[in-house]
């Protein structure tokens, strides 16, 4: 039995070999940030729209504001004038007007809290996005070092696998280099 599970993992090793030949890893990569490149397209298309849908949103809260102040100039009138059925329709409009505000406020800060969401997912793709493009230059040998320089890679060449807490372990003992004397 061991001898047929070790035929059929090198038969599925050997396989996998061939599969990974006949794919090209530069054609595979180029289709990623492509991929990538449209969804990042369609986020911030989604995110343009959800924009606009809050200054609407916005614009429409301001008028009902000001509907409100109008009506409550309305009712000041129709309680000096004694006009109780007037007002009773009134202070309906105003009720509605009023639920129709809180509603727009719900409506626009859950949009508010997307497109937060939205602009920090982007930011994210944006940087993800760039290290697929530093692979793929790296990959297809653009950033490759000059044959006359002894083996040094030259300072402008970033290498994508810097972490943010290097460069500020890095930062810090700069900064310690020149604040003492």
């Avoid at 890893?25 to 449209?38: F, G, K, N, S, V």
Wanted: proline fraction near 3%; hydrophobic fraction near 35%.
């Amino acid at each position: 039995m061991a001898l047929i599970t070790r035929i059929s993992r090198l038969f599925r090793a050997d396989f996998h070999a061939v599969l990974d030949q006949i794919e090209e890893p530069e054609l595979l990569l180029r289709q990623a940030i492509r991929e990538m490149e449209d969804d990042l397209a369609a986020r911030e298309q989604r995110i343009r729209v959800a924009t606009h849908e809050q200054g609407e949103l916005r614009a429409r809260n301001d008028e009902l504001a000001q509907s409100l102040n109008e009506l409550e100039d309305q009712l000041d009138l129709c309680f000096k004038s004694q006009k109780p059925e007037l007002a009773r329709k009134l202070v309906r409009r105003k009720l509605e007007a009023q639920r129709h505000r809180r509603h727009l406020a719900n409506r626009e800060s859950a949009t508010a809290t997307y497109l937060d969401e939205q602009r920090a997912l982007i930011e994210e793709h944006r940087m993800t996005l760039d290290g697929l493009r530093q692979k793929a230059e790296i990959f297809n040998g653009r950033l490759r070092e000059p044959a006359g320089n002894g083996g040094i890679a030259e300072p402008f060449v970033r290498d994508p696998a810097v972490s943010d807490d290097e460069v500020e372990v890095e930062f810090l003992r700069e900064q310690s280099k020149r604040s003492t004397p």
